[in-house]
Structure formats: structure tokens, C-alpha cells
Nanobody
Framework: QVQLVESGGGLVQPGGSLRLSCAAS????????IGWFRQAPGKERERVSC????????YYADSVKGRFTISRDNAKNTVYLQMNSLKPEDAAVYYC???????????????WGQGTQVTVSS
């Protein structure tokens, strides 16, 4: 069964950190780019970061540059999103998804996880 599973979300105070994981089962992530997306209530889903299959290219939304870091461990079939200096506006459900490349922020992302909730509040 092809599946992506996100984990690592939770409640954190402003300024805190979380590391999200996106683990694949049933297929290999080796040849996929992986995007991290988030969607807050009443807002459109946005791509916050993306990493190419060989980790050569990494993309970040302006809103998270300098605070979030994407990485992957193909041996563990997992992609990570390290989130530092979290702000209340980072609160959302975070999803990962596969695509052939990172060259577009939307469209043609196929496998999706179920999401993990990130809450930033004091």
C-alpha cells in the first residue's frame, strides 16, 4: 500500500521548534521531489518548502525562509521539515506530497499524507 505519513506536529510556544517527518511506505521516495504544504482554517493550501530527489535543490516560501529547513534521508525513506522560531501564523495542518520536481508550487503533486497539526500558541 502506497502511503505517506506525516508526524511530529503538536503544540509549541511562539519561538519554539518542531521537526516534522514524512515517511513513505509501499514505495521509494528516492526519485521523487517532496513538497511540504500547510493549510490553516479559512486559508488556501500553500507550499512552504520542497526538496528535489537528490537534495540538490531546496525551495522555501518567503514566509519561512531562514526559519525552516528541509532535508531528506533516502535510506530511511523519510523527509524532514525542521521548523524553528515558530510564529502563531505558522499554525496549520502540514502535509507532504510527492512530485517529479520542485519547479512548481502547485499541480501534479500526487501522493499525499493525512497531515499533522501544528499549533503555535502561548
Amino acid at each position: 500500500q502506497v502511503q505517506l505519513v506525516e508526524s511530529g506536529g503538536g503544540l509549541v510556544q511562539p519561538g519554539g521548534s518542531l521537526r516534522l517527518s514524512c515517511a513513505a511506505s509501499g514505495f521509494s521516495l528516492d526519485y521523487y521531489a517532496i513538497g511540504w504544504f500547510r493549510q490553516a482554517p479559512g486559508k488556501e493550501r500553500e507550499r512552504v518548502s520542497c526538496i528535489s530527489s537528490a537534495s540538490v535543490s531546496k525551495y522555501y516560501a518567503d514566509s519561512v525562509k531562514g526559519r525552516f529547513t528541509i532535508s531528506r534521508d533516502n535510506a530511511k525513506n523519510t523527509v524532514y521539515l525542521q521548523m524553528n522560531s515558530l510564529k502563531p501564523e505558522d499554525a496549520a495542518v502540514y502535509y507532504c506530497a510527492t512530485r517529479s520536481t520542485c519547479n512548481r508550487p502547485t499541480g501534479d503533486y500526487d501522493h499525499w499524507g493525512q497531515g499533522t497539526q501544528v499549533t503555535v500558541s502561548s
